[in-house]
């Protein structure tokens, strides 16, 4: 079992930044390819961005490319996300993910382990 533990999130005026950090649990298997993802209340979890577990591979949803950089930190077992020139549509729970066992990075369904989540608010 991998325990992920987000930090990070608050309240930033539009235009701003955040960096959100997830650090994940001691595993044998580690480190596990990880990813961002966020969710608004009622609506379904979607993909930000994406980490090969060895960092040379990212992948980032539309919506946030060229704005928000995913990279990682893997002496500290830890992901990172960001998140610049955010918008106030970027306001969100955002959760970390490891170890992908799907096909599409993007889907929810296809990341074993998530956190707890941390809250980011962009007033506009």
């Known amino acids: 079992q991998v325990q992920l533990v987000e930090s990070g999130g608050g309240t930033v005026q539009a235009g701003g930044s955040l960096r959100l950090s997830c650090t994940a649990s001691?595993?044998?298997?580690?480190?596990?390819?990880m990813a961002w993802f966020r969710q608004a209340s009622g609506k379904e979890r979607e993909g930000v961005a994406a980490?090969?577990?060895?960092?040379?591979?990212?992948y980032y949803a539309d919506s946030v490319k060229g704005r928000f950089t995913i990279s990682r930190d893997n002496a500290k077992n830890t992901v990172y996300l960001q998140m610049n020139r955010l918008k106030h549509e970027d306001t969100d729970m955002y959760y970390c993910g490891a170890h992908r066992i799907g096909a599409s990075w993007y889907s929810a369904n296809a990341w074993k382990y998530w956190g707890q989540g941390t809250q980011v608010t962009v007033s506009s």
């Open positions: 001691r595993s044998p298997y580690s480190p596990y390819s």
């Open positions: 980490i090969s577990s060895g960092g040379s591979t990212t």
